[in-house]
Nanobody, 121 residues
Framework: QVQLVESGGGLVQAGGSLRLSCAASGTIFSINEMEWYRQAPGKQRELVASITSDGSTDYADSVKARFTISRDNAKNTVHLQMNSLKPEDTAVYYC???????????????WGQGTQVTVSS
């Protein structure tokens, strides 16, 4: 029905930047909230940032002033600009989207497969 594909992860030194992207495709009528989560080994998945359909954003305290979430509704894409990266930002980053699909017009939640972000000291 819907697929989310993340890209942009990689290895970066502390203080550097990365820009993650997540593109949704499939039987999409519209997308409500889109979010970025991350999960480090041995830790629970945590919400990093979210953005609503009207552009309202929210961030985890640990990334405020460093990360910026944005979306392009025409392309069904969400981005996460990550600046001033720290080693503790190392994790697999997952895209999440609450999607209204064309088949039922109901909202379903979808996850991407994740992209690795590694920040070296």
């Amino acid at each position: 029905q819907v697929q989310l594909v993340e890209s942009g992860g990689g290895l970066v030194q502390a203080g550097g930047s990365l820009r993650l992207s997540c593109a949704a495709s499939g039987t999409i009528f519209s997308i409500n909230e889109m979010e970025w989560y991350r999960q480090a080994p041995g830790k629970q998945r945590e919400l990093v940032a979210s953005i609503t359909s009207d552009g309202s954003t929210d961030y985890a305290d640990s990334v405020k002033a460093r990360f910026t979430i944005s979306r392009d509704n025409a392309k069904n894409t969400v981005h996460l600009q990550m600046n001033s990266l720290k080693p503790e930002d190392t994790a697999v980053y997952y895209c999440n989207a609450k999607v209204i699909i064309t088949l039922t017009y109901y909202e379903y939640e979808y996850w991407g497969q994740g992209t690795q972000v590694t920040v070296s000291s």
